[in-house]
């Protein structure tokens, strides 16, 4: 170690000499970095014009030749690690890339004082090559904790923006086109073209709902939306809407969802569209509006034993689903006319003949209520 501090301390002279004749080489070093690199599209893939990235890189090169020479940097640079940082990161360019770059500069100018160097100067190199190793490495740690920073300021910004648009789009089910065409420019999505929504719990894991997707919570649910026609997970409970036409038709899309979500029984997994919940919701409107109409008939139902109950119920679903004596006979191991009997028996408790379309339309939205324990506590009238 005492002979590296000396070796060091002899060969400094000569590092400085060096570093001299390298600070007069800036255009070369310029030159092949740019070359390296391909004027930063190697790395930054046009989020950096090339002269922003050609400026930058020869701001880079004299603060570290100031900080190799002198041990600071130029007083004009000293906030330049942070600046860089926080510009980059505003230019969206990802971290990774921008370190890639930084320590690319420590090849170039590496291989440029090999090209100015002579034989006798590679024990100074190699003397000081961790100097010019610390100096780009303290360098790109100053960058990566500014980039960082601005990132998670931007982030932060964003994710404000985007719950005051979706706000805004989600105030009413009619926009005018340009606020919409306002909401879709801020959001960065299109304004014509399908639209996936769905609703779902708040509590749903982020991920279930994919990648790509805008969220808004409330009236207790967590509104899924994204453009395009790639269906929801298959693992994620929620309600979802049909497509909508356009970012305009999402808030009324999101309406629906949030019905079909509020339909949806607990034992229930994955999607449901209003297909799978209808008889749900309108048996639930039905009690509210004309509480008599379904009220009457279960009362009845339950005043059967339940044994009994589940056979005619289990019955009129089967029959319900396939409109079949004979397929429902089969589906249950029982004769058709073991099926017409409880068919029957289920006329007469309801008032419903679920051979008639309409009065079937009703039975199923009476079972579908059932279902809701609206016959747990029989009231036979």
């Known amino acids: 170690m005492q002979n590296l501090a000396r070796l060091r301390a002899e060969s400094r002279p000569r590092w400085h000499a060096l570093l001299a004749t390298l600070a007069q080489r800036e255009a070369q070093w310029l030159e092949a970095l740019m070359s390296t690199v391909d004027g930063g599209g190697r790395y930054y893939g046009g989020l950096v014009e090339p002269h922003d990235f050609k400026d930058t890189s020869a701001r880079v090169f004299r603060y570290l030749l100031g900080q190799l020479s002198t041990g600071v940097p130029p007083t004009e640079l000293a906030g330049l690690p942070e600046e860089i940082g926080r510009t980059r990161a505003r230019q969206r360019v990802p971290l990774e890339s921008l370190t890639t ?41 100053e960058v990566q904790i500014s ?14 923006r985007q719950r005051s648009m979706t706000s805004v789009l989600f105030s009413s089910d009619s926009h005018h086109p340009d606020l919409v065409r306002q909401v879709a420019g801020a959001l960065a999505i299109p304004v014509a073209g399908p639209y996936q929504v769905v609703a779902c719990s708040p509590a749903a894991a982020p991920g279930a709902v994919g990648a790509g997707a805008l969220t808004h919570e409330g009236d207790g649910a967590l509104i899924v939306f994204w453009p395009g026609t790639r269906p929801p997970d298959a693992g994620l409970r929620c309600g979802h809407a049909p497509v909508a036409d356009g970012l305009a038709a999402v ?88 099926v017409m009997t409880r068919m ?38």
Request: hydrophobic residues 45%; charged residues 25%; neutral net charge.
């Open 251 to 338: 808030p009324a899309g999101a309406r629906t969802a949030r019905h079909i979500l509020s339909a949806l029984p607990p034992g229930h997994d994955g999607p449901a569209t209003m297909r799978d919940v209808w008889d749900r919701i309108a048996a639930a409107k039905l009690r509210n509006t004309a509480p008599d109409l379904l009220g009457v008939p279960l009362a009845r139902l339950a005043s059967v034993p339940a044994p009994e109950r589940a056979r005619i119920v289990e019955t009129a679903r089967s029959y319900l689903a396939t409109g079949s004596v004979a397929t429902t006979a089969s589906a249950l191991y029982c004769h058709r006319n073991t």
């Open 344 to 381: 029957r028996r289920f006329r007469e408790l309801t008032g419903l003949d679920l051979a008639i379309p309409r009065e079937a339309a009703l039975a199923t939205v009476l079972l579908a209520s059932g279902d809701s324990g609206s016959w747990s506590d029989p009231q036979v009238e």
């Open 147 to 160: 980039h960082l920073r601005e990132s998670a300021s931007l982030a932060a910004r964003d994710r404000d």
């Open 101 to 141: 770059t930084i320590r690319q500069d420590f090849a170039v100018v590496w291989s440029t004082l090999l090209s100015i160097a002579r034989a006798s100067d590679m024990p100074v190199l190699l003397c000081h090559v961790d100097d010019l190793w610390r100096a780009v490495d303290d360098f790109a740690g």
